[in-house]
């Protein structure tokens, strides 16, 4: 996985002391994260190319008209992505920001959903999830407000159980294999109707539904409005952009404000040309490598060594 066989991220001395030291001062610290973040536990991302998953294009299951048209789909692809999360651990990097969380006035916003944050036990009023998470749950119901946070169970209902080839008597492991191929078209995908998908236990009527933000819907707003308040409350010291470009809105945006705000940046991003769109200023740092190596690293002045060994995941 990502986080094993890459080359071994340095950060260089001067930065890491300049780091450090604008840190060790701050006491308002704001953090972005992004795909990026995750690629370092080892889990594909389904954006750009290849985001295939078998026949489908990601991006036409990930719409509220597409669930309208064949949950059974679209739960399955969801199902799916819930195994794929599940199947990958948090990184030292999201202990690391957990622990920040603890120690500093420090809010990180997410645009993952794959609730890796959450099983690092990053305290929940300090994580602000911009695109929701794969493991919460909600009525489709219009009329209905049931949502359920943090439910990790496996395949979520038994009939999403994720098809294998059991006619290949090959072993358990070519089986993971296989379901690893996220463009695999031999796998027939089952018809599911609302009889086989999961229903909300309070209407006891709407089915079940991803608690992801889809395209074509907004932000969750009280999740934006307790952003903007923490924004609004004082002066911002430094914003950490980690594993994101930030070009989209609305995180480009909270990276400006934050500028406006005081706020130095830190990005921290494998590709050197992942900058965000206003471009770095001469007192801000770039480290360029592995998240899951960098940031446990630079943030070790104030929260001291991580060491994942001892950290527990809130899934298991
Ligand atoms: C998760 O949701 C499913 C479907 O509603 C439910 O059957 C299951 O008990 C939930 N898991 C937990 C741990 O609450
Ligand atoms: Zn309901």
């Known amino acids: 996985m990502a986080a094993t066989t890459a080359r071994p991220s340095v950060v260089p001395k001067k930065d890491l002391e300049s780091f450090q030291e604008h840190l060790n001062k701050s006491t308002r610290i704001l953090a972005l994260l992004g795909a990026g973040l995750s690629a370092s536990s080892g889990l594909p991302t389904f954006r750009g190319a290849g985001g295939l998953w078998r026949t489908h294009?990601?991006?036409?299951?990930?719409?509220?008209?597409?669930?309208?048209?064949d949950p059974g789909l679209v739960w399955q692809f969801y199902s799916y992505r819930r195994h794929m999360a599940l199947g990958v651990k948090p990184n030292p990097a999201h202990y690391a920001l957990a622990e920040l969380a603890r120690k500093k006035n420090f809010?990180?916003?997410s645009q993952n959903v794959d609730g890796l944050s959450p099983r690092a036990r990053?305290?929940?009023?300090?994580?602000k999830l911009l695109h929701g998470s794969l493991f919460d749950v909600k009525c489709s119901d219009f009329f209905c407000d049931y949502l359920e946070k943090n439910n990790y169970t496996d395949p979520i209902v038994p009939t999403l159980a994720i098809p294998t080839d059991e006619s290949d008597p090959t072993t358990n492991s070519a089986l993971a294999a296989r379901?690893?191929?996220?463009s695999d078209e031999?796998?027939?995908i089952p018809e599911l109707d609302y009889d086989h998908l999961p229903k909300c236990p309070k209407c006891k009527r709407g089915?079940?539904?991803?608690?992801?933000?889809?395209?074509n819907e907004r932000l969750p707003s009280d999740v934006l409005e307790d952003v903007d308040t923490w924004m609004d409350e004082d002066d911002i010291d430094l914003i950490m952009v980690i594993g994101t470009s930030a070009k989209v809105y609305p995180a480009a945006g909270y990276v400006d404000i934050a500028r406006r705000k005081g706020a130095r940046v830190a990005v921290i991003n494998m590709d050197k040309g992942d900058a965000p769109a206003s471009g770095l200023y001469s007192r801000d740092w770039f480290f360029e490598g592995d998240a899951a190596q960098i940031v446990p690293e630079l943030l070790k002045s104030v929260i001291g060594e991580t060491n994942t060994?001892?950290?527990?995941d809130a899934a298991q």
């Open 57 to 69: 294009d990601a991006t036409s299951l990930a719409t509220p008209e597409a669930f309208g048209r």
């Open 107 to 109: 809010l990180t916003l």
């Open 122 to 127: 990053h305290p929940a009023d300090k994580l």
């Open 179 to 182: 379901e690893l191929d996220i």
């Open 186 to 188: 031999n796998v027939a």
């Open 207 to 215: 089915l079940l539904r991803p608690g992801v933000v889809w395209f």
């Open 309 to 312: 060994e001892e950290l527990s």
